[in-house]
């Protein structure tokens, strides 16, 4: 037996929204008392907190936020085009 024209079936994937297909990872922080540094955009999520010698680093799933005493970077993470890491201390971001 078919279905007539304006009869309700199952949802359609259309309905699914991408918060529920993608959900946000757990904070890991390296200190408890840690708290991000930026208003979080809609459909943002923190992943990682920690600190530097003198500064606060966070990352989303958007960006690469790193919190200085005077100022600030806020990388979006698409803009990244490479990550390596140099001795203990250096991280040398290409953009």
């Keep these: 037996m078919g279905r007539g024209m304006g009869e309700e079936g199952p ?3 259309e309905y699914i929204q991408a918060k529920d297909l993608f959900p946000p990872k757990e904070l890991v922080k390296e200190e408890e008392n840690l708290q ?3 208003t ?3 459909g943002e999520g923190v992943e990682f907190l920690g600190r530097a010698a003198d500064a606060l680093i966070a990352i989303s799933n958007y960006r690469l936020h790193i919190k200085f005493k005077d100022s600030v970077i806020n990388v979006p993470l698409r803009m990244i085009d490479s990550v390596e890491s140099r ?3 250096q991280l040398h971001i290409s953009c």
């Design 11 to 13: 949802p359609s994937l």
């Design 87 to 89: 001795d203990m201390f």
């Design 36 to 38: 991000v540094p930026f």
């Design 40 to 42: 979080v955009l809609q």
